[in-house]
């Protein structure tokens, strides 16, 4: 089995990381070694960046994860902000920001970096469409989770177990990208 870093502080993204990547061989262990959150124009950018503060204190091959919830109504807000306006405002204020509005259609996109020394970093993106409802529902996942429903879907990610929320989930996505990708480069 192989051995990959995940290079974070939240739990729940190991949780999910670990029932995706398990069965395909890959033993997950978190690694919680912090680094800056530059503020960017991209997701991707945020994590070029995480990627290459960690590579100075750690030499082992290591993934990283940044994901934002774009708002349509609130012109792609919180974006890459959605850390940042989660620990402000929280949902009841991502909730007042959308009363009243009748397009609640939202984007969770997710980006994982990975590094291996001596080698190019890779980048996989993967999105979950979905709709941001008027009220918190479910308490598993973390984060938006209680109040964003996948297109198809009747349930919010809070009210999914993780099995059934890998099967929309923007991280899911991205992380079978990277899972191709690598299987390609060995």
Same mark, same amino acid.
């Not at 929309?168 to 299987?183: P, Q």
């Given at each position: ?79 890459? @902000? =959605? ?7 929280? &949902?009841?204020?991502? /909730?007042?920001?959308? *009363? ?67 099967? @929309? =989930? ?7 990208? &990277?899972?191709?990708? /690598?299987?390609?480069? *060995?």
């Amino acid at each position: 089995m192989n051995t990959l870093y995940f290079i974070t502080g939240n739990k729940g993204k190991v949780a999910e990381a670990t029932k995706k990547l398990e069965p395909l061989g890959f033993r997950v262990i978190q690694k919680d070694l912090g680094y800056p959150e530059v503020q960017a124009d991209s997701l991707e950018e945020v994590a070029q960046y995480g990627v290459e503060h960690v590579r100075e204190r750690f030499d082992k091959p290591f993934m990283l994860e940044d994901a934002g919830v774009f708002i349509q109504a609130l012109e792609g807000f919180p974006g890459v @902000y =959605s850390k940042y306006v989660f620990f402000t405002i929280g &949902l009841p204020g991502i /909730l007042r920001l959308l *009363d009243g509005m009748q397009n609640r259609s939202a984007v969770f996109r997710s980006v994982y970096a990975y590094s291996e020394p001596g080698k190019k970093p890779l980048v996989c993106t993967g999105e979950c469409s979905g709709t941001i409802i008027s009220e918190c529902r479910g308490t598993n996942g973390f984060g938006y989770d209680p109040v964003f429903v996948p297109k198809d879907a009747s349930k919010t990610f809070a009210e999914m177990t993780i099995e059934e929320k890998n099967q @929309y =989930s923007h991280r899911a996505k991205a992380l079978e990208m &990277l899972v191709k990708v /690598l299987a390609k480069r *060995d």
